[in-house]
């Protein structure tokens, strides 16, 4: 029962993990710039992502630019578009999987096939916790080294925006709740390992005393 609870509180883990990675990898908040200028009332809030950019106007006006060109874009931004696709497909494999072998299901038939799939959902969470968390530790790597570069105008630096801590936190469920599933499935082969199925040896005696009963029943 402890297994089961602990399988589900994975499994809610990986569902926002999930939701985290998908709303990092669409939102245009991985870079913020906020020019204020001189007067509050034309300040401009410019904010990156991995698909589009965004300007955000204190009038109330908002309007984005998709990046259509692939190869115009720095690498680290095209490694980020690949590495989070592959981080929202493993994960989305991962609930799909660790669906069929959680222990609170009826699906997946025996409890050695409901383990081997809650082991390769665990590893596609890890595999997709890691995946989130390389792109987004390169971006802020990028950010944070324009930012202090002398050579670069103040205008044209930014700042990690909440894409990334979305992204980092999800990458973080993703871990904790691969981590979990392959914990719990291993454990459990383990211990079929240690402490194998008690099989019943028969003395000399019974098994004379079972053949000789055996033999008066057919006389």
Excluded at 19 to 40: M, Q, R
Excluded at 113 to 138: D, E, H, M, R
């Amino acid at each position: 029962m402890a297994s089961a609870s602990l399988q589900f509180f994975a499994f809610i883990l990986a569902l926002f993990g999930v939701f985290g990675d998908i709303a990092a990898t669409l939102l245009p908040h991985w870079k913020v710039n906020a020019d204020v200028g001189s007067n509050i009332i034309t300040a401009i809030t410019q904010m990156q992502g991995l698909w589009m950019d965004c300007t955000w106007y204190s009038t109330g006006m908002f309007s984005c630019t998709l990046k259509y060109s692939i190869l115009s874009l720095p690498v680290y931004i095209q490694a980020a578009r690949t590495t989070m696709v592959l981080s929202c497909i493993l994960s989305a494999f991962g609930i799909c999987i660790t669906t069929v072998g959680m222990k609170c299901t009826r699906l997946g038939g025996d409890t050695d096939s409901k383990n081997n799939a809650c082991f390769a959902g665990g590893i596609c969470f890890i595999l997709a916790g890691i995946f989130g968390l390389v792109p987004t530790c390169w971006y802020t790597r990028e950010i944070i080294s324009n930012f202090l570069d002398q050579t670069i105008p103040e205008s044209s630096k930014h700042e990690p925006g909440g894409a990334v801590y979305t992204g980092f936190i999800s990458a973080g469920f993703l871990l904790i709740a691969g981590v979990i599933f392959c914990s719990s499935c291993f454990k459990r082969q383990q211990g079929a390992w240690i402490y194998p199925p008690k099989q019943h040896h028969f003395s000399s005696t019974e098994q004379e005393s079972n053949a000789g009963y055996s033999l008066k029943d057919y006389v």
